[in-house]
């Protein structure tokens, strides 16, 4: 798997109004961000489809997309029409993001049944098949178990050719090995297989754990593994912190050793050198060099894009 540069997004969930939120956008743009992406669960966030849209029309450059959207809570076909139209309006810059869905607290609230992790995955494969179909050809067929298209119209087209790039992701070996087969961009996570973020999730974020993932996706994906972009969503982030006393006081809440808590991948602590040494080696390690920032550390980390943003 050949080294690609580093590249940076950045996750935003709302603002305290529409001037604001166009403001956080274009500072994201301005702070060298490629990616500005938006969650999709069901809490005070604002709804990522309108929300990306106007980021959209407040920037000119930077790229937008969810991380990710639930599959479960709209028709593929649906979101495919409203992506392809997303790609349209922001000139070709959508990275549409999808998985499985996780959080079970989202489909208790609105209803939804909440299937176990291998249908979700089963749905989700059948989801990325019918939003490249109507991608490609304008017009599909397609005939599932959970999913069935006549002649349906795949209108408008993207503007990006043959498709807007996709990314997948997860934390289990059969959504990551989904991921390897489809997707342009693998994105690594915690096992969220339980619904929330617990002790199981937790002690998946592990060093150990994160190296399988990547053992899973490189055998997965054979002779494309060098086409694919790895991205790593970071949950932790302190920028100017101290790196000991950090790991010192998170270890016994995570059940785990102060270095196992700095080399969790899904976490960045430290100064701006020590977590720019911390992204070479984890680049190097295990291949991730599309990164997930999260909102409330846009500023702070803005110096580490800066830096490496390219290299």
């Given at each position: 798997?050949?080294?690609?540069?580093?590249?940076?997004?950045?996750?935003?969930?709302?603002?305290?109004?529409?001037?604001?939120?166009?403001?956080?956008?274009?500072?994201?743009?301005?702070?060298?961000?490629?990616?500005?992406?938006?969650?999709?669960?069901?809490?005070?966030?604002?709804?990522?489809?309108?929300?990306?849209?106007?980021?959209?029309?407040?920037?000119?450059?930077?790229?937008?997309?969810?991380?990710?959207?639930?599959?479960?809570?709209?028709?593929?076909?649906?979101?495919?029409?409203?992506?392809?139209?997303?790609?349209?309006?922001?000139?070709?810059?959508?990275?549409?993001?999808?998985?499985?869905?996780?959080?079970?607290?989202?489909?208790?609230?609105?209803?939804?049944?909440?299937?176990?992790?291998?249908?979700?995955?089963?749905?989700?494969?059948?989801?990325?098949?019918?939003?490249?179909?109507?991608?490609?050809?304008?017009?599909?067929?397609?005939?599932?178990?959970?999913?069935?298209?006549?002649?349906?119209?795949?209108?408008?087209?993207?503007?990006?050719?043959?498709?807007?790039?996709?990314?997948?992701?997860?934390?289990?070996?059969?959504?990551?090995?989904?991921?390897?087969?489809?997707?342009?961009?693998?994105?690594?996570?915690?096992?969220?297989?339980?619904?929330?973020?617990?002790?199981?999730?937790?002690?998946?974020?592990?060093?150990?754990?994160?190296?399988?993932?990547?053992?899973?996706?490189r055998e997965e994906a054979g002779d494309r593994v060098d086409q694919l972009e790895l991205h790593c969503n970071t949950?932790?982030?302190?920028?100017?912190?101290?790196?000991?006393?950090?790991?010192?006081?998170?270890?016994?809440?995570?059940?785990?050793?102060?270095?196992?808590?700095?080399?969790?991948?899904?976490?960045?602590?430290?100064?701006?050198?020590?977590?720019?040494?911390?992204?070479?080696?984890?680049?190097?390690?295990?291949?991730?060099?599309?990164?997930?920032?999260?909102?409330?550390?846009?500023?702070?980390?803005?110096?580490?894009?800066?830096?490496?943003?390219?290299?």
């Open positions: 798997m050949g080294v690609r540069p580093f590249r940076f997004g950045v996750k935003l969930s709302s603002a305290s109004d529409a001037p604001a939120w166009r403001e956080q956008a274009r500072a994201a743009e301005d702070r060298g961000y490629s990616t500005l992406w938006m969650p999709d669960h069901f809490d005070q966030q604002w709804g990522p489809v309108v929300g990306l849209t106007a980021a959209a029309a407040a920037t000119r450059t930077i790229r937008i997309g969810a991380l990710v959207f639930d599959n479960d809570y709209r028709h593929p076909g649906v979101l495919a029409k409203e992506m392809a139209t997303l790609d349209v309006v922001s000139e070709g810059r959508l990275e549409f993001g999808i998985g499985a869905g996780w959080r079970k607290s989202d489909y208790d609230e609105m209803g939804i049944p909440f299937f176990p992790p291998g249908t979700r995955v089963e749905r989700l494969e059948e989801a990325v098949q019918v939003v490249k179909a109507l991608w490609a050809d304008g017009r599909a067929d397609f005939e599932g178990r959970h999913y069935q298209l006549r002649n349906a119209a795949g209108r408008p087209r993207p503007v990006q050719q043959p498709r807007p790039p996709i990314l997948i992701a997860g934390g289990g070996r059969r959504v990551l090995g989904l991921a390897a087969r489809e997707a342009d961009i693998v994105g690594f996570n915690m096992n969220l297989g339980s619904g929330w973020v617990g002790p199981e999730a937790i002690r998946s974020a592990v060093a150990e754990r994160f190296r399988q993932r990547v053992d899973w996706v949950a932790f982030c302190l920028v100017g912190a101290d790196r000991k006393a950090t790991a010192e006081a998170m270890a016994p809440g995570l059940g785990i050793t102060p270095e196992e808590a700095l080399a969790v991948p899904v976490a960045m602590v430290g100064s701006v050198d020590e977590i720019c040494a911390s992204l070479e080696q984890r680049r190097e390690e295990y291949g991730f060099s599309y990164w997930g920032v999260p909102g409330d550390s846009c500023e702070a980390f803005a110096p580490v894009v800066a830096r490496l943003a390219g290299q």
